[in-house]
């Protein structure tokens, strides 16, 4: 794969991910959708069809990583690290600008929030938030979440006819949908900092009438966590593989 194909690749495949999976959450919470009050379950399965969407595209170019902790845990077992700068900024302008699509496809509803009557904060619509606020167990929970997604993704690369028929990637889709409904209550499971932080960016760029705080005290965590995650599932993986 050339640079230019790991670089639009990730690109492309993370700006679906995240117009899928920012759109499912907005379709969910954004007064006058027609999708209102969805819940957990269609955010959970959103996300999941987000990723197989965003990752199916991407693979022909770049593999699909689309998540710096997927990457990460991938250069551990190959040894391979002269990418991973690349695969990390396609990832993250692919997030920026899946955020970006997404306010567009919603563009009236955010619109509407600035009738102060129906006014609701718009931050979880693009990046996460904890239920309860508690930094060392928000932080536990992102790093054991993120190696439920690596440690299996790395794990299923030992099935070559995954690879093969193109199953592994719906595999991983289910997997990420599995992690929603079961570790996802706790922190909003981001097990990704391109898909925090891209869009964390971008909703404190964006125009959106009484859109609320962009809560950067807590941004480390959904980055921090999933990239010690990547990593400890990538030392697993070798010492157990």
């Known amino acids: 794969m ?10 492309i495949g993370t700006a679906i991910l995240i117009l899928f999976g920012a759109g499912v959450v907005a379709a969910v919470i954004l007064n006058y959708s027609k999708a209102k009050d969805g819940g957990w379950i269609v955010i ?13 595209t991407a693979a022909p ?4 990583h689309l998540n710096p902790a997927v990457t990460l845990g991938i ?4 040894g391979d690290w002269d ?22 496809v919603y563009f009236a509803q ?36 993120t190696i439920g997604l690596v440690l ?31 570790l996802g209550g706790p922190t909003g499971y981001a097990i990704n900092p391109a898909r925090d932080l891209g869009p964390r960016i971008i909703h404190s760029l964006l125009p959106i009438p009484n859109k609320g705080t ?9 980055v921090v966590g999933p990239l010690i995650g990547g990593v400890l599932a990538g030392l697993i993986f070798n010492a157990a593989f």
């Not at 959970?44 to 199916?56: E, I, K, P, R």
């Not at 250069?75 to 190959?78: E, G, L, N, R, V």
């Not at 093969?164 to 997997?175: A, P, R």
């Open 2 to 11: 050339s640079n230019g194909d790991i670089f639009v690749g990730e690109v």
């Open 44 to 56: 959970a399965f959103g996300w999941g069809f987000a990723v197989m969407a965003g990752a199916y």
């Open 61 to 64: 170019l770049s593999g699909g």
């Open 75 to 78: 250069a551990i077992d190959t």
């Open 83 to 104: 990418k991973v700068p690349l695969y990390i900024a396609g990832q993250m302008v692919g997030a920026m600008l899946g955020a970006v699509l997404c306010w567009l």
């Open 110 to 145: 955010f619109q509407a929030n600035a009738d102060k009557d129906i006014a609701q904060p718009t931050l979880g619509i693009f990046s996460t938030a904890p239920a309860i606020r508690h930094p060392v167990a928000n932080l536990i929970t992102e790093i054991i979440a």
């Open 152 to 182: 299996p993704i790395l794990a299923f690369g030992l099935t070559k006819g995954l690879a093969l028929s193109g199953t592994g990637i719906l595999i991983v889709s289910l997997l990420v949908v599995g992690i929603g409904l079961s």
């Open 214 to 222: 962009s809560d950067w005290g807590y941004a480390w965590i959904p």
